[in-house]
């Protein structure tokens, strides 16, 4: 376990703050975020190839191709900031919070706007 104190001074009261910020470590733990990360990145770029095969679909029954890979599209470029963030916001709780909260809830609400508003005409 590793602990990051971090210190801020009050002029107004001379009181001194002390933060912590604890993290739990392993030796294997860039391994693991190697494998994790590898396998959603397979599947992403899956995903991708079939999206883009299926833009040009013409078929009356699927009429929702376009609107999948343009989600699908979404989803990876939300992938790739929260892999970003995950190894640049490590210090900052906070922020690497909100980053992930603010980014997921963009993300869900596009691809729900783009597979249901359409329908809505």
Known sequence: ???????????????????????????CR?????????????????ALVLAFQIRKVKIKGLNDAKYVAVAIYITSVILSCVIVSTYSLRDYVNTYAMVLGVGFVIGTTMVLALVFVPRVR
């Open 30 to 46: 860039d391994i693991a975020l190697g494998i994790l990360y590898g396998y959603k990145a397979a599947l992403q770029v899956g």
């Open 1 to 27: 376990m590793m602990a990051k104190v971090y210190f801020t001074f009050s002029q107004e009261a001379n009181i001194l703050y002390h933060y912590f910020f604890y993290t739990c470590s392993s030796p």
